[in-house]
């Protein structure tokens, strides 16, 4: 019932692409995508909710084929900033607000 | 406006004595959630309320854990007699929940550790 998240973690220099993904087993009605940084609490990045729906900000993209009960997280030219785990939560149906998250994605970015 | 409020953010106690975690959420905000995160688990949810009512619980450990919602100001999370795996990072979560799905989000957390 846990999404899988691949790969567990990345290692980038500032400036490279990372591409995260998540697949879920069930049928999903939404993907919520969120970064947490150490010590620190997730912080919401985007929800998608439709299937095929795109949707982004800055340099942090992300798709969601429902078809294919996945999601995958873009990040394009890193920063430092964007160092930290990224976590998928998905949900099965529509309104339950029940979200099963992903065991996580560790990113690191050096200059 | 003020985020999630969590407290304690550190807690240290023995086994056997019982705990309490208090949450207050994002004004109007309708839907609660109880995380709890470990680094075998992952993150898991405990238990969620939406207007002070609780809808899920199945993520509850055992009966151990309790956890009640009096009002839209408050909720806590309580464990007796604690053990020491129960010792994690405590997570509380408020959403707007108007009709689908919204954001979750979370407070600082309360890291428990049970010796």
């Given at each position: 019932q846990q999404p899988v998240q691949s790969p567990q973690a990345v290692i980038l220099r500032e400036g490279e692409d990372a591409v995260i993904n998540c697949s879920s087993s069930k049928a999903l009605y939404s993907v919520h995508w969120y970064r947490q940084k150490h010590g620190e609490a997730p912080v919401f990045l985007m929800i998608l909710l439709k299937g095929g729906e795109q949707k982004g900000h800055d340099k942090i993209s992300a798709s969601f084929n429902e078809k294919k009960q996945q999601s995958s997280l873009y990040l394009t030219?890193?920063?430092?900033?964007?160092?930290g785990t990224y976590f998928c939560g998905t949900e099965?149906?529509?309104?339950?607000?029940k979200l099963v998250f992903g065991q996580g994605t560790r990113l690191t970015i050096n200059p | 406006d003020a985020g999630v409020i969590q407290s304690p953010r550190h807690e240290v106690t023995e086994m056997g004595q019982e705990v309490t975690l208090r949450c207050k959420p994002i004004s109007g905000h309708n839907s609660l959630f109880w995380y709890r995160q470990t680094m075998m688990r992952g993150l898991e949810l405990l238990i969620y309320f939406n207007n002070n009512v609780?809808?899920?619980?199945?993520?509850?450990?055992?009966?151990?854990f309790s956890a009640k919602m009096p009002n839209a100001l408050f909720s806590t999370l309580k464990i007796q007699?604690?053990?020491?795996?129960?010792s994690a990072v405590y997570f509380c979560a408020s959403s707007l929940l108007a009709g689908g799905t919204d954001t979750q989000y979370f407070g600082p957390g309360t890291r428990l550790t049970v010796l």
């Open positions: 030219a890193s920063q430092l900033s964007y160092s099965g149906v529509q309104g339950a607000q | 609780p809808i899920d619980d199945s993520g509850m450990p055992e009966d151990r007699p604690s053990e020491p795996r129960d």
